[in-house]
């Protein structure tokens, strides 16, 4: 079945440092990849997205690269700030099989991000 | 445009009892996703639905929950009897197409809590 490994936090950094946050997934297809943020208080938001390989996905600084030789898809800002402090979850969508583009989740990576 | 509305926003029950959840989806959407989130556990899928109709129940748990959705608009989920098992975070999507990487956008979520 599908599974989605991210690395577990929490993640505390000061402001201005570098942010890696490793995902890896395992699918029976051949996958969309996704990182979805919640900050504080709210519901989960689409942060970027790629659906084939060597595909980068960008938004708000983030960055993450689709990786099918190392299943990855790892998340990655080069300067973080303090309203970027929120929870992330890196997800998959594989349609095959039943033919629904549920998706399936990693447990999510708490950031903290001090001044 | 408004965005995934959930009702509750909170709920507080004691076990054996019933509760409804309701998610009205993005207008024109017609996906509409059900997931839940267990405290330090992944979220996960429970039900897809193209507009009334079940594409994927795989994610339901067992029979205690019922989804429904007439009319292909809102949506409710219904969990009779709760057990202390069910608390947690009851998130709802929706998205318009059917399509490869298609972006699902979520509700604020539900929070269940069982006694």
């Known amino acids: 079945g599908n599974s989605v490994t991210q690395m577990e936090g929490p993640v505390t950094l000061s402001e201005e440092a570098f942010l890696t946050i490793n995902c890896t997934y395992t699918?029976?297809?051949?996958?969309?990849l996704f990182w979805y943020v919640q900050y504080p208080g709210e519901g989960l938001q689409l942060l970027l997205k790629?659906?084939?390989?060597?595909d980068k996905g960008s938004n708000k600084g983030f960055e993450a690269t689709y990786r099918k030789e190392t299943t990855s898809f790892h998340l990655e800002k080069g300067s973080v700030q303090v309203s970027d402090s929120a929870v992330y979850f890196c997800?998959?969508?594989?349609?095959?099989?039943?033919?629904?583009?549920?998706?399936?989740f990693g447990k999510g990576t708490k950031l903290s991000v001090i001044p | 445009e408004a965005g995934v509305t959930q009702f509750p926003s909170h709920s507080v029950i004691e076990k054996g009892q019933t509760v409804t959840l309701r998610c009205d989806p993005i207008?024109?959407?017609?996906?509409l996703y059900w997931y839940r989130r267990v405290m330090g556990k992944e979220i996960k899928f429970l039900l897809h639905?193209?507009?009334?109709?079940?594409?994927?129940e795989s994610g339901m748990p067992n029979n205690r929950f019922l989804a429904e959705r007439t009319g292909g608009t809102y949506s409710t989920l219904k969990v009779q009897p709760a057990e202390l098992e069910d608390s947690g975070v009851y998130f709802c999507?929706?998205?318009?197409?059917?399509?490869?990487?298609?972006?699902?956008?979520f509700g604020p979520g539900t929070r269940l809590l069982v006694l």
């Open positions: 699918a029976t297809g051949y996958p969309s």
């Open positions: 639905f193209v507009k009334e109709s079940k594409q994927d």
């Open positions: 997800a998959l969508s594989d349609p095959s099989g039943a033919g629904s583009y549920q998706l399936t």
């Open positions: 207008s024109g959407h017609d996906n």
């Open positions: 790629a659906t084939k390989a060597d």
């Open positions: 999507a929706s998205s318009q197409d059917k399509v490869r990487g298609e972006t699902q956008y």
